[in-house]
């Protein structure tokens, strides 16, 4: 079993920026693949951004790409996601998943190749 708990979110105005941050504690030593994804009050959760077991590729959304940047570092078993230039849109709660990685793959773009997630971090952005 993995845990994974996400912090960092909080109430900011457009263009500001955000830091959140995805410990994992539990059986962590098995490859995975991080994802952040975002669900909005009353639609999906959809996919953000996505890295793959060992660091060296990342997926973006198209809504994101170019403000977000996805992260980890597996000595401290944490992700994060640096968002810049937030638009109101982007208010959502935000969850990090980890996905069992048999490859170096980066397209675990659907949340139901995700076995452990946070519990989400609450994302508003004011006009």
């Known amino acids: 079993q993995v845990q994974l708990a996400e912090s960092g979110g909080g109430l900011v105005q457009a263009g500001d920026s955000l830091r959140l941050s995805c410990a994992a504690s539990?059986?962590?030593?098995?490859?995975?693949?991080v994802g952040w994804f975002r669900q909005p009050r009353g639609k999906e959760r959809e996919v953000v951004a996505v890295?793959?077991?060992?660091?060296?590729?990342?997926y973006y959304a198209d809504s994101v790409k170019g403000r977000f940047a996805i992260s980890r570092d597996n000595a401290k078993n944490a992700a994060y996601l640096q968002m810049n230039s937030l638009k109101p849109e982007d208010t959502a709660v935000y969850y990090c998943?980890?996905?069992?990685?048999?490859?170096?793959?980066?397209?675990?773009?659907?949340?139901?190749?995700?076995?452990?997630w946070g519990q989400g971090t609450q994302v508003t952005v004011s006009s």
């Open positions: 998943a980890a996905a069992p990685a048999y490859s170096d793959s980066v397209y675990y773009l659907r949340a139901g190749s995700y076995t452990y």
């Open positions: 890295m793959n077991r060992n660091g060296y590729s990342t």
């Open positions: 539990g059986r962590t030593s098995r490859s995975y693949a």
